[in-house]
């Protein structure tokens, strides 16, 4: 089943059948499930970062594992061993937003499994041709051709038409 904003729910990840203090069960821990959601919002956040690479996957999912982990699942696009590479990467950069990120696991085509801030993340991509394929790969129009325009980057002198101005017609 699908939940909100593309996850899917396990059995006991809704609150209504989740094991813990809230239904009545003593040893649920508040302060945990705050890590669990915060490294996701960290892993999300990087992934919302990378334009380029979330428009290559289709079907982007997530859901909550067994044991605090979370399992995100794409379609295309990426190997799995490139969107881990890209999250430590991202979310391990030097700053004040750093938080622990590293390899939990061997990273290859298909899955990858990594600890963020002691959450395990599982990443399993579906029919992944990579990111070189995807920057090789002809379209009818990329954002960063429409930026770089025939002349070269915007403001560098010539006016010709532009990627943008050739699809709306202008």
């Known amino acids: ?3 909100l904003r593309g996850g899917r729910d396990e059995p006991g990840a809704s609150p209504a059948t989740a094991y813990g203090p809230q239904n009545g069960h003593d040893d649920g821990d508040a302060r945990s499930d705050g890590r669990r959601y915060e490294a ?16 290559a996957c289709r079907d982007l999912t997530w859901w909550r ?5 979370w399992h ?5 696009g990426p190997y799995a061993a490139e969107v881990a590479a890209l999250l430590l990467d ?3 950069a030097p700053g004040p937003d750093a938080a622990p ?4 696991g061997p990273a290859g ?3 990858a499994m990594l600890d963020v801030m002691g959450v395990t993340f599982v990443l399993r991509a579906i029919d992944p041709f990579g990111m070189e394929r995807l920057r090789t790969r002809p379209g009818l129009w990329r954002l960063s051709a429409a930026l770089a325009g025939p002349a070269g980057p ?17």
């Open 40 to 55: 996701l919002g960290r892993v999300m956040g990087a992934l919302s970062g990378e334009a380029e690479t979330l428009e």
């Open 90 to 92: 991202r979310i391990g």
């Open 154 to 170: 915007v403001g560098a002198g010539g006016r010709s038409r532009r990627h943008w101005e050739e699809l709306l017609g202008g």
């Open 101 to 104: 990120a590293t390899p939990a």
């Open 72 to 76: 995100i699942e794409w379609r295309d």
């Open 1 to 3: 089943m699908r939940g």
């Open 109 to 111: 085509t298909s899955t």
């Open 65 to 69: 594992g067994t044991e605090h982990s």
